[in-house]
């Protein structure tokens, strides 16, 4: 079998940028300006939407490697990626900078510029997205995981996650895959590439563990994955155990 996971190239973090910028300012606000809500999912070659109710009948928006592809009633089109621009004309909607600005995004830029994506890169991240998705879902419906949500892919950090515990018990965390940290000035932040992570809503009510950062976060990263011959046991491993120790107590 093939593995799931494969070395990145130094231009990663650039062409995750660029698709982080596209999910937030484009994929996600086309389906939010029809029916108020932002979630993204993984799909074939990427991420987009689930299917909503837009001006084109039942409709979905996604990013295939490094082409944006609106499949509606009236048919499917594609479009390569150039400009932000380009792309929220190309799916009906106006970049939404100004939504955005509101919350912890990457700044767009200048909405002309070209886009800096290599398909390599691009694909890279929509097999990241693909592992994660298939590990989040299998999690969720695990009987272990109190009060799980479904696994949702959101623009802001641009990261699929689930959330697993109970408020009361002060237990529930959330579960998730980021393809790297980026700051609000669009700069590498502390995990610049790929990883999983446990961040629990009570931080200071988790039980004591090396398992934990000292960011407060449990992470395991990208490259401790590739080199692994079973990335899938492993990653869902280290989930069940950040799970046992905040709801086995």
């Known amino acids: 079998m093939n593995h799931p996971l494969t070395p990145l190239s130094d231009t990663f973090p650039n062409t995750r940028l660029a698709l982080h910028r596209v999910a937030a300012y484009v994929v996600s606000p086309a389906r939010r300006q029809s029916m108020g809500r932002m979630g993204l999912r993984a799909t074939p070659g990427g991420f987009g939407t689930p299917a909503f109710s837009g001006p084109d009948g039942i409709t979905r928006v996604s990013v295939e490697g490094a082409d944006l592809t609106v499949h509606s009633d009236g048919g499917r089109r594609t479009h390569p990626l150039s400009t932000l621009a380009a792309a929220g004309e190309f799916a009906g909607v106006d970049p939404d900078v ?52 479904d696994p949702q892919l959101w623009p802001e950090h641009f990261d699929p996650a689930i959330e697993i515990g109970s408020t009361d018990g002060k237990s529930r965390a959330s579960y998730g895959f980021s393809p790297g940290d980026v700051s609000k000035d669009a700069t590498a932040g502390p995990e610049p590439l790929p990883y999983l992570y446990v961040g629990p809503w009570y931080p200071d009510d988790k039980p004591e563990s090396e398992y934990w950062s000292d960011s407060g976060l449990a992470v395991l990263r990208y490259g401790d994955l590739v080199s692994d011959p079973d990335p899938t046991a492993s990653a869902r491993a280290f989930l069940v155990k950040g799970r046992s120790l905040l709801t086995d107590r």
């Open 98 to 149: 100004e939504w955005a600005s509101e919350l912890d995004i990457p700044a767009p830029g200048d909405l002309d510029s070209q886009l800096d994506i290599d398909t390599g890169d691009a694909q890279a991240l929509a097999r990241w997205f693909a592992f994660a998705w298939e590990i989040l879902e299998d999690l969720s419906m695990d009987p272990d995981s109190v009060d799980a949500s």
